[in-house]
């Protein structure tokens, strides 16, 4: 006998996506809890001819999805609760970087996230997980993406459900070739 979870009859039925199926990467879907990771690469920057500076797009890494099975409300925030960012192959020079979501997708690279909201990364304000609102007072690690490892947090920050496409930033200046480095990033969201 299946589990409800996985059969598709059932109102309990998880959505499990193969990776760039919908436009998803590796994307699982339990109800309204999002479980999706984005794989990055720098092969194809332009630092080493054009200058990043603090907070200019690396790379458009795709969207969330923000989708709700048939029989929810629709969803008024997304609320981000962990993220885990790992640098699979160094840049070959000091990066430091972050995470931004924006309403506007596919910004060009070397340019600003329209609107941005910084989800992960230094200057990202982890809320506390009361649902007070209120701030931890501690600070979200730098992703340093000049060394293999990973680096994890619970920023419980809340954006719009218009706020779907994620880009990986630089938070260091940057006029050097870093087209060495590659990256993933898991985020656990909730669509609510």
Do not use: W
Request: aromatic share 8%; proline share 2%.
């Amino acid at each position: 006998m299946r589990s409800d979870v996985f059969n598709k009859n059932s109102n309990e039925y998880g959505d499990l996506l193969a990776k760039n199926q919908s436009g998803a990467n590796g994307l699982i879907q339990l109800g309204n809890l999002k479980i999706q990771t984005f794989i990055g690469s720098l092969a194809s920057t332009t630092a080493a001819t054009t200058q990043y500076t603090s907070n200019d797009i690396m790379q458009y890494m795709g969207a969330l999805d923000v989708s709700v099975p048939d029989g929810y409300h629709d969803p008024q925030k997304i609320l981000i609760e962990r993220a885990i960012f790992s640098c699979t192959t160094a840049a070959g020079e000091t990066l430091i970087g972050n995470f931004q979501l924006s309403a506007t997708g596919g910004s060009a690279e070397n340019g600003g996230v329209s609107t941005g909201t910084e989800i992960f990364g230094a200057d990202a304000s982890m809320v506390a997980p009361d649902g007070s609102g209120g701030t931890t007072g501690y600070t979200e690690a730098d992703l340093n993406f000049n060394s293999a490892g990973i680096t994890y947090a619970s920023p419980n920050i809340a954006v719009a459900t218009s706020k779907v496409h994620l880009y990986a930033c630089a938070h260091t200046t940057l006029n050097a070739d870093a087209t060495a480095g590659r990256f993933m990033l898991k985020l656990e969201y909730s669509v609510i």
